[in-house]
């Protein structure tokens, strides 16, 4: 099955090129089976024939609800091969969450694993035309009155796709969506051109191989898993899924597998060397380390430099509107500690092809050494937010860069400081976001699902504590006449993802203001570093 000569490059290019190449060749290690690329083309080929069948129309749209399996892979390829764009939805969301997902995308389609399968009946409720239910690890046609389903029987009837719909290069490849300030998540819309233009330039930069073995630690609601799916297959690699029970011991799956290539969040190495796992040379298959989604501090890449000692580190930056990574800084052991702010790692410099600039307040550059907010443009930058112009306007800004031109920047709203060497060290969040477990949070969201509840009628919620410029969880704040926590803390369950529920949620009689009459959230910092040092170290 070749690529038709006709199609435009696009994020299945890789894939293809590689499977024509060396058909045989593991593509993806997931729950102890290898599949080879020829496989899962062949399986991703089958569902988006089905489907095509099914719908007897172009697909815009394709959900994925599945997680850390082969449908969740070949459902990726699946939908790219359908010419539609992939929105992945997480089990581990609340129901909720992942309907106002489904429908805020206006899916076409959803293709479910068997272990997520217990959430569609009510992702799907609702809805006047349901999306298409593709099923392929199970018979429960029957079982399914409320959508048109395609299970593992009728697959068995099914027609493969050979010549793929067509694909431009400003198509949306994958929709994702984040925290949101009104409570609803977020879209972003990601174009093939957004994302080839990452894929060349870690192509480039890191000269992957048809030998390397790829982690695969992001769930795929985090666009970081792009990495590691499409750079894998662009080099003609293999992906290795990692199971949650994987992730507690993760330099044992590093030497057992042979990885050597690592991505992960920081927190995973931080929590390795709290726990002792991060012994020196306990994995030394590594060829490349790379960090991103949160601040990496030096004392971690430190551990993890001597625990993969021929590894090259690199820490990598980039919100999600700026596809995956925009800058990239690597650790030279023997000289970067000396470019640390506040002992975090720096984010380095932009990527070939960007723009970045650091301005005030107002929207002006400021000068090297003076902190600012962080504006990035170029090929990597979104079109914007999902069907929300208003909120595009805001993020997405015209700004000068001579007399006589202005580029489409977006606002990251992060605060850096850039070197006289032209390196940018990150200093936190610039509004009211904040990062938990590599997760973007919008405190404004958690704070208007609590005020959903009846007894409450003020709310703040915070990230804390503050660890090397990244949360490690969320408090909260409620003021009203009937404050239940628990059942609050219930309610938050059921409408936000885990690491967005706040860990205590603290009844006060009233909340402090500023001179501004603002609510003091500085305060309130102070409230609980007060409770910190009273209660002593854990």
């Not at 062949?42 to 815009?60: C, D, K």
């Not at 018979?139 to 399914?144: K, L, T």
């Not at 977006?410 to 976001?433: I, M, P």
Request: proline share 7%.
């Amino acid at each position: 099955m070749n690529l038709d000569v006709t199609d435009y490059r696009s994020l299945r290019s890789g894939f293809l090129r590689s499977s024509r190449a060396n058909p045989g060749d593991p593509a993806l290690f997931v729950a102890g089976v290898t599949r080879t690329y020829e496989e899962i083309e062949q399986t991703a080929r089958l569902w988006s024939g089905a489907m095509l069948q099914s719908a007897g129309r172009p697909l815009q749209r394709v959900g994925i609800l599945a997680s850390r399996s082969e449908v969740a892979y070949a459902g990726t390829l699946a939908a790219l091969f359908s010419g539609a764009t992939f929105v992945p939805l997480n089990k581990r969301f609340p129901v909720e969450r992942n309907r106002a997902m489904a429908r805020r995308a206006e899916l076409d389609a959803i293709i479910v694993d068997r272990t997520s399968a217990s959430q569609l009946e009510g992702i799907l409720q609702g809805w006047d035309s349901p999306p298409i239910v593709l099923s392929p690890d199970q018979g429960v046609a029957d079982e399914m009155p409320y959508a048109t389903v395609i299970d593992k029987a009728a697959l068995s009837s099914a027609t493969p796709a050979t010549l793929l719909p067509p694909v431009l290069s400003d198509d949306i490849a994958y929709l994702l969506f984040t925290s949101g300030t009104t409570g609803e998540p977020k879209g972003v819309g990601v174009t093939h051109a957004n994302v080839l233009h990452f894929i060349d330039v870690m192509s480039q930069r890191f000269q992957f191989k048809r030998t390397d073995r790829f982690s695969q630690t992001f769930d795929q609601t985090f666009d970081l898993a792009v990495f590691d799916l499409f750079m894998a297959w662009e080099a003609g690699a293999c992906v290795y899924a990692m199971q949650p029970v994987d992730l507690l011991a993760p330099a044992r799956f590093v030497t057992k597998q042979g990885l050597t290539v690592w991505f992960s969040v920081p927190s995973v190495p931080a929590l390795m060397r709290k726990s002792g796992l991060l012994r020196a040379d306990s994995m030394p298959t590594l060829r490349w380390s790379l960090f991103c989604g949160e601040p990496l501090p030096a004392a971690t890449a430190e551990a993890w430099q001597e625990a993969a000692p021929n590894s090259m580190v690199e820490n990598l930056y980039g919100p999600t509107e700026l596809t995956i990574a925009c800058c990239t800084y690597r650790w030279h052991p023997a000289s970067s500690r000396s470019e640390c702010v506040n002992d975090v790692v720096p984010i380095g410099r932009p990527f070939p092809g960007l723009g970045a600039i650091v301005v005030d307040d107002a929207l002006q550059p400021v000068t090297n050494g003076e902190p600012g907010e962080l504006c990035v443009c170029g090929p990597q930058t979104a079109p914007g937010y999902w069907r929300d112009p208003e909120k595009t306007a805001e993020k997405f800004v015209e700004l000068p860069v001579d007399a006589t031109r202005t580029k489409r920047f977006y606002r990251t709203g992060d605060r850096v400081v850039r070197s006289a060497q032209g390196v940018y060290a990150y200093l936190g969040r610039a509004d009211n976001q904040v990062k938990v477990s590599g997760y973007r949070v919008e405190l404004a969201e958690v704070e208007a699902v609590m005020l959903r509840d009846t007894g409450v009628t003020s709310a703040v919620a915070l990230g804390w504590p503050i660890e090397a410029g990244s949360a490690k969880g969320i408090v909260a704040f409620a003021c009203g006449d009937k404050v239940d926590a628990a059942r609050l803390t219930a309610r938050l369950r059921e409408s936000l993802p885990p690491y967005m529920v706040p860990s205590e949620i603290h009844e006060l009689e009233q909340l402090p203001l500023n001179a501004n009459g603002k609510i003091d959230r500085g305060a309130l910092a102070l409230l609980l570093e007060a409770a910190a040092i009273a209660v002593g170290p854990r």
